[in-house]
Protein backbone atom coordinates (compact mmCIF):
# COMPACT_ATOMS: atom_id res chain seq x y z
CA UNK A 1 0.00 0.00 0.00
CA UNK A 2 1.07 3.63 -0.68
CA UNK A 3 2.30 5.72 1.98
CA UNK A 4 -0.66 7.40 4.17
CA UNK A 5 -2.29 11.07 2.50
CA UNK A 6 -2.77 11.51 5.90
CA UNK A 7 -1.52 10.59 9.36
CA UNK A 8 -2.44 11.45 12.70
CA UNK A 9 -0.10 10.24 15.92
CA UNK A 10 -1.30 10.87 19.87
CA UNK A 11 -3.73 13.80 18.66
CA UNK A 12 -5.06 15.24 21.58
CA UNK A 13 -7.82 18.76 22.16
CA UNK A 14 -8.26 19.58 25.56
CA UNK A 15 -11.26 22.94 26.27
CA UNK A 16 -10.99 24.59 29.23
CA UNK A 17 -14.49 24.04 31.26
CA UNK A 18 -17.42 25.94 31.65
CA UNK A 19 -18.06 26.99 35.00
CA UNK A 20 -20.28 25.50 36.97
CA UNK A 21 -21.72 21.69 37.44
CA UNK A 22 -22.00 21.05 33.73
CA UNK A 23 -18.28 22.49 33.58
CA UNK A 24 -17.29 20.54 36.29
CA UNK A 25 -18.86 16.85 34.53
CA UNK A 26 -16.04 16.12 32.09
CA UNK A 27 -13.07 17.39 33.58
CA UNK A 28 -9.73 15.73 34.64
CA UNK A 29 -9.08 16.12 38.34
CA UNK A 30 -5.15 16.24 37.69
CA UNK A 31 -5.59 19.23 34.85
CA UNK A 32 -8.66 20.58 35.37
CA UNK A 33 -9.59 20.85 31.37
CA UNK A 34 -11.70 19.14 29.36
CA UNK A 35 -9.86 16.26 26.97
CA UNK A 36 -12.63 16.07 24.35
CA UNK A 37 -9.91 14.55 22.19
CA UNK A 38 -7.19 12.19 23.78
CA UNK A 39 -4.41 10.58 22.20
CA UNK A 40 -6.15 9.67 18.55
CA UNK A 41 -3.73 8.14 15.72
CA UNK A 42 -4.84 6.66 12.39
CA UNK A 43 -3.43 6.91 8.94
CA UNK A 44 -5.89 7.28 5.95
CA UNK A 45 -4.81 6.51 2.38
CA UNK A 46 -5.38 7.74 -1.34
CA UNK A 47 -9.20 6.58 -2.30
CA UNK A 48 -9.78 5.41 1.26
CA UNK A 49 -12.91 6.29 3.26
CA UNK A 50 -12.24 6.06 7.18
CA UNK A 51 -15.79 5.96 9.03
CA UNK A 52 -14.96 7.40 12.55
CA UNK A 53 -18.04 6.28 14.70
CA UNK A 54 -19.05 6.77 18.09
CA UNK A 55 -21.55 8.58 20.58
CA UNK A 56 -22.20 12.13 20.33
CA UNK A 57 -19.17 13.67 22.21
CA UNK A 58 -16.64 11.42 21.90
CA UNK A 59 -14.55 13.69 20.21
CA UNK A 60 -15.44 12.54 16.53
CA UNK A 61 -16.15 16.45 15.04
CA UNK A 62 -13.65 18.32 16.93
CA UNK A 63 -11.16 15.58 15.40
CA UNK A 64 -12.18 16.68 12.30
CA UNK A 65 -11.92 20.31 12.66
CA UNK A 66 -8.34 19.93 14.37
CA UNK A 67 -7.39 17.81 10.90
CA UNK A 68 -8.89 20.84 9.07
CA UNK A 69 -7.06 23.65 11.12
CA UNK A 70 -10.47 25.13 12.51
CA UNK A 71 -9.31 24.07 15.64
CA UNK A 72 -5.57 24.30 16.99
CA UNK A 73 -4.84 20.92 18.48
CA UNK A 74 -3.56 20.41 22.34
CA UNK A 75 -0.91 17.75 21.19
CA UNK A 76 0.20 15.47 18.82
CA UNK A 77 1.25 15.60 15.17
CA UNK A 78 -0.66 15.98 11.90
CA UNK A 79 1.27 14.97 8.81
CA UNK A 80 -0.34 15.90 5.12
CA UNK A 81 1.36 13.60 2.71
CA UNK A 82 4.37 12.69 5.29
CA UNK A 83 4.62 16.84 5.85
CA UNK A 84 3.73 18.08 9.23
CA UNK A 85 1.15 20.40 9.47
CA UNK A 86 0.07 20.89 13.02
CA UNK A 87 1.65 24.04 13.77
CA UNK A 88 1.20 25.65 10.55
CA UNK A 89 -0.28 29.46 10.63
CA UNK A 90 -3.38 29.92 9.42
CA UNK A 91 -1.39 31.73 6.06
CA UNK A 92 0.98 29.19 5.68
CA UNK A 93 -1.71 26.26 5.53
CA UNK A 94 -3.78 27.92 2.81
CA UNK A 95 -1.67 26.73 0.21
CA UNK A 96 -3.26 23.12 1.39
CA UNK A 97 -6.72 23.91 2.34
CA UNK A 98 -7.13 23.37 -1.66
CA UNK A 99 -6.53 19.58 -0.95
CA UNK A 100 -8.29 19.29 2.46
CA UNK A 101 -12.12 19.95 3.02
CA UNK A 102 -14.71 19.24 5.54
CA UNK A 103 -18.64 19.21 4.61
CA UNK A 104 -20.06 20.09 7.74
CA UNK A 105 -23.03 19.22 9.77
CA UNK A 106 -25.04 22.06 9.74
CA UNK A 107 -26.61 22.85 6.41
CA UNK A 108 -27.92 25.95 7.41
CA UNK A 109 -24.86 27.57 8.98
CA UNK A 110 -22.50 26.11 6.04
CA UNK A 111 -24.17 27.90 3.38
CA UNK A 112 -24.41 32.20 3.40
CA UNK A 113 -28.06 32.80 3.60
CA UNK A 114 -27.24 36.16 1.51
CA UNK A 115 -25.70 34.77 -1.00
CA UNK A 116 -27.82 33.12 -4.06
CA UNK A 117 -26.21 29.30 -4.86
CA UNK A 118 -24.77 30.97 -7.74
CA UNK A 119 -23.20 33.40 -5.84
CA UNK A 120 -21.91 30.34 -3.24
CA UNK A 121 -20.56 27.97 -6.36
CA UNK A 122 -19.12 31.14 -8.37
CA UNK A 123 -16.67 32.59 -4.83
CA UNK A 124 -15.80 28.61 -4.71
CA UNK A 125 -14.61 28.25 -8.10
CA UNK A 126 -12.78 31.71 -7.60
CA UNK A 127 -10.99 29.88 -4.59
CA UNK A 128 -9.56 27.71 -6.77
CA UNK A 129 -8.82 29.46 -9.95
CA UNK A 130 -8.70 33.10 -9.72
CA UNK A 131 -8.14 33.56 -13.16
CA UNK A 132 -10.70 32.09 -14.48
CA UNK A 133 -12.52 34.45 -16.82
CA UNK A 134 -16.60 34.90 -16.36
CA UNK A 135 -17.51 32.62 -19.06
CA UNK A 136 -15.39 29.78 -17.85
CA UNK A 137 -16.50 29.84 -14.41
CA UNK A 138 -20.07 30.05 -15.44
CA UNK A 139 -19.12 26.43 -16.94
CA UNK A 140 -17.23 25.41 -14.16
CA UNK A 141 -20.56 25.99 -11.75
CA UNK A 142 -22.71 24.08 -14.62
CA UNK A 143 -20.11 21.32 -14.12
CA UNK A 144 -20.15 20.92 -10.70
CA UNK A 145 -24.25 20.89 -10.67
CA UNK A 146 -23.75 17.78 -13.59
CA UNK A 147 -21.52 16.13 -10.93
CA UNK A 148 -24.16 16.57 -7.97
CA UNK A 149 -27.72 16.19 -9.97
CA UNK A 150 -28.54 19.58 -9.34
CA UNK A 151 -30.76 21.42 -11.48
CA UNK A 152 -29.60 24.89 -12.95
CA UNK A 153 -32.80 26.71 -12.07
CA UNK A 154 -31.67 26.48 -8.33
CA UNK A 155 -28.96 28.66 -9.18
CA UNK A 156 -31.00 31.53 -8.26
CA UNK A 157 -32.55 30.45 -5.01
CA UNK A 158 -31.20 31.00 -1.58
CA UNK A 159 -30.42 27.95 0.88
CA UNK A 160 -33.40 29.06 2.81
CA UNK A 161 -35.63 28.22 -0.36
CA UNK A 162 -33.43 24.60 -0.93
CA UNK A 163 -34.39 21.41 0.45
CA UNK A 164 -32.02 19.46 2.91
CA UNK A 165 -31.17 17.34 0.26
CA UNK A 166 -30.42 20.23 -1.95
CA UNK A 167 -28.91 22.25 0.55
CA UNK A 168 -26.20 19.15 1.12
CA UNK A 169 -25.82 18.87 -2.40
CA UNK A 170 -24.37 22.63 -2.84
CA UNK A 171 -22.41 22.01 0.00
CA UNK A 172 -20.41 19.18 -1.48
CA UNK A 173 -20.48 21.06 -5.05
CA UNK A 174 -19.04 23.85 -3.03
CA UNK A 175 -16.06 21.46 -1.76
CA UNK A 176 -15.89 19.83 -5.48
CA UNK A 177 -15.14 23.28 -6.91
CA UNK A 178 -11.88 23.23 -4.71
CA UNK A 179 -10.55 20.10 -6.12
CA UNK A 180 -9.58 18.62 -2.89
CA UNK A 181 -7.76 15.29 -1.93
CA UNK A 182 -9.42 14.51 1.08
CA UNK A 183 -12.94 15.57 2.49
CA UNK A 184 -13.97 15.54 5.81
CA UNK A 185 -17.31 14.38 5.99
CA UNK A 186 -18.77 15.25 9.46
CA UNK A 187 -22.41 13.79 9.75
CA UNK A 188 -23.05 14.39 5.80
CA UNK A 189 -26.27 13.13 5.73
CA UNK A 190 -28.28 14.22 9.06
CA UNK A 191 -31.38 16.22 9.42
CA UNK A 192 -32.21 13.92 6.26
CA UNK A 193 -34.86 11.38 5.61
CA UNK A 194 -33.88 7.74 4.63
CA UNK A 195 -34.18 7.87 0.28
CA UNK A 196 -32.19 11.33 1.09
CA UNK A 197 -29.91 9.72 2.97
CA UNK A 198 -29.39 6.90 0.26
CA UNK A 199 -28.76 9.75 -3.04
CA UNK A 200 -25.66 11.47 -1.15
CA UNK A 201 -24.39 8.19 -0.28
CA UNK A 202 -24.25 7.23 -3.80
CA UNK A 203 -22.95 10.40 -4.65
CA UNK A 204 -20.30 10.53 -2.24
CA UNK A 205 -19.22 7.10 -3.62
CA UNK A 206 -19.53 8.09 -7.23
CA UNK A 207 -17.47 11.18 -6.68
CA UNK A 208 -14.83 9.17 -5.12
CA UNK A 209 -14.07 6.91 -8.05
CA UNK A 210 -14.30 9.65 -10.36
CA UNK A 211 -12.00 12.03 -8.44
CA UNK A 212 -10.05 9.71 -6.70
CA UNK A 213 -11.07 11.47 -3.40
CA UNK A 214 -10.18 10.42 0.35
CA UNK A 215 -12.82 10.83 2.93
CA UNK A 216 -12.98 10.94 6.75
CA UNK A 217 -16.73 10.14 6.78
CA UNK A 218 -18.11 10.91 10.32
CA UNK A 219 -21.08 9.50 11.86
CA UNK A 220 -23.10 7.97 14.43
CA UNK A 221 -25.07 6.10 11.82
CA UNK A 222 -23.61 2.80 12.02
CA UNK A 223 -25.69 1.12 9.06
CA UNK A 224 -24.23 4.03 6.84
CA UNK A 225 -20.29 3.50 7.93
CA UNK A 226 -20.47 0.17 7.29
CA UNK A 227 -21.98 0.61 3.91
CA UNK A 228 -19.26 3.52 3.03
CA UNK A 229 -16.34 2.69 4.97
CA UNK A 230 -12.97 0.50 3.38
CA UNK A 231 -11.81 0.79 7.62
CA UNK A 232 -13.99 1.72 10.61
CA UNK A 233 -12.52 3.64 13.94
CA UNK A 234 -14.73 3.42 16.61
CA UNK A 235 -14.41 6.06 19.44
CA UNK A 236 -15.11 6.41 22.85
CA UNK A 237 -14.68 9.40 25.14
CA UNK A 238 -11.89 10.89 23.21
CA UNK A 239 -9.50 7.69 22.18
CA UNK A 240 -9.86 5.12 19.48
CA UNK A 241 -10.38 1.55 20.90
CA UNK A 242 -11.15 -0.02 17.88
CA UNK A 243 -9.70 0.23 14.28
CA UNK A 244 -9.80 -1.84 11.58
CA UNK A 245 -11.40 -3.91 8.16
CA UNK A 246 -15.32 -2.34 8.08
CA UNK A 247 -16.66 -5.58 7.81
CA UNK A 248 -14.47 -7.30 9.94
CA UNK A 249 -15.22 -4.65 13.16
CA UNK A 250 -19.09 -4.40 12.38
CA UNK A 251 -19.59 -7.90 11.80
CA UNK A 252 -17.02 -9.28 14.64
CA UNK A 253 -16.42 -6.35 17.18
CA UNK A 254 -13.04 -7.15 19.25
CA UNK A 255 -13.53 -4.76 21.87
CA UNK A 256 -16.67 -4.76 24.29
CA UNK A 257 -17.65 -1.35 23.50
CA UNK A 258 -17.81 -1.85 19.78
CA UNK A 259 -19.89 -4.78 20.19
CA UNK A 260 -22.50 -2.97 22.33
CA UNK A 261 -22.93 -0.26 19.67
CA UNK A 262 -23.21 -3.02 17.29
CA UNK A 263 -25.56 -4.98 18.97
CA UNK A 264 -27.39 -1.56 19.94
CA UNK A 265 -27.87 -1.28 15.87
CA UNK A 266 -29.67 -4.98 16.29
CA UNK A 267 -31.59 -3.95 19.64
CA UNK A 268 -32.68 -1.00 17.08
CA UNK A 269 -34.43 -2.83 14.43
CA UNK A 270 -35.98 -4.96 16.62
CA UNK A 271 -37.34 -2.33 17.97
CA UNK A 272 -39.18 -0.99 14.81
CA UNK A 273 -40.83 -4.85 14.93
CA UNK A 274 -42.06 -4.26 18.67
CA UNK A 275 -39.28 -5.32 20.66
CA UNK A 276 -37.76 -4.14 23.64
CA UNK A 277 -33.85 -3.73 25.31
CA UNK A 278 -33.07 -1.62 28.05
CA UNK A 279 -29.74 -1.88 27.03
CA UNK A 280 -27.44 1.21 28.38
CA UNK A 281 -24.90 2.19 25.69
CA UNK A 282 -24.96 5.74 25.68
CA UNK A 283 -23.85 6.69 29.43
CA UNK A 284 -21.41 9.29 30.23
CA UNK A 285 -18.63 8.16 32.91
CA UNK A 286 -15.44 9.60 32.61
CA UNK A 287 -12.76 8.36 34.81
CA UNK A 288 -9.46 10.12 35.44
CA UNK A 289 -7.43 7.06 35.56
CA UNK A 290 -7.15 3.25 33.84
CA UNK A 291 -9.86 2.42 31.12
CA UNK A 292 -12.66 4.97 29.97
CA UNK A 293 -15.24 2.14 29.33
CA UNK A 294 -14.41 -0.64 32.74
CA UNK A 295 -17.32 1.82 34.33
CA UNK A 296 -19.77 -0.35 31.85
CA UNK A 297 -17.73 -2.70 30.30
CA UNK A 298 -18.89 -6.17 31.05
CA UNK A 299 -15.93 -8.37 30.36
CA UNK A 300 -14.08 -6.23 33.16
CA UNK A 301 -17.18 -7.08 35.48
CA UNK A 302 -17.01 -10.44 34.61
CA UNK A 303 -12.91 -10.72 35.39
CA UNK A 304 -14.02 -9.51 38.85
CA UNK A 305 -12.99 -5.66 38.53
CA UNK A 306 -9.17 -6.32 37.85
CA UNK A 307 -7.26 -3.70 39.12
CA UNK A 308 -5.11 -3.05 35.75
CA UNK A 309 -8.58 -1.64 34.23
CA UNK A 310 -8.74 1.26 36.32
CA UNK A 311 -5.07 2.19 37.02
CA UNK A 312 -3.48 1.71 33.08
CA UNK A 313 -4.86 2.89 30.10
CA UNK A 314 -4.73 -0.04 27.22
CA UNK A 315 -2.60 0.92 24.33
CA UNK A 316 -4.07 0.39 20.75
CA UNK A 317 -2.25 -2.68 19.75
CA UNK A 318 -2.64 -4.70 16.92
CA UNK A 319 -4.60 -8.29 17.34
CA UNK A 320 -4.49 -9.84 13.54
CA UNK A 321 -5.75 -9.01 10.17
CA UNK A 322 -4.36 -5.00 10.39
CA UNK A 323 -6.96 -4.63 12.89
CA UNK A 324 -6.24 -2.72 16.59
CA UNK A 325 -8.07 -2.97 19.61
CA UNK A 326 -7.21 -0.66 22.92
CA UNK A 327 -8.16 -3.61 25.57
CA UNK A 328 -6.44 -5.32 28.60
CA UNK A 329 -8.51 -8.96 27.25
CA UNK A 330 -8.85 -8.28 23.59
Known sequence: MNPPLLQVSNLSKHFAPRRGLLGALGRRADTGVIPAVDGVSFDLHENET???????GCG??????????????SGGVIRWR????????????RPLRQDIQMIF?????????????????????RLRDPELDAASVQRRVFELLDHVNLKKNKLANFASELSGGEKRR???ARVLAIRPRLIVADEPTSALDVSIQAQVINLLRDLQTEFGLSFLFISHDLELVELVSHRIAVMYLGRIVELGDATAVARKPAHPYTQLLWSSLVDKRSNESGAHSERGVFDFERPDSGCRFAPR??????????????????????IGDGRLVACHFA
Not at 50 to 55: F, K, N, P, Y
Not at 82 to 93: A, C, L, V
Not at 105 to 118: G, H, S, V, W
Request: positive net charge; proline residues 9%; hydrophobic residues 35%.
Open 105 to 125: QDLDAALNPKMRIDGILREAV
Open 170 to 172: VGI
Open 50 to 56: LGLVGES
Open 297 to 318: CPVYAQRGRPPECTTRHPALNP
Open 82 to 93: GQDITGMSQTEF
Open 60 to 73: KTTTGKAIVKLLPV
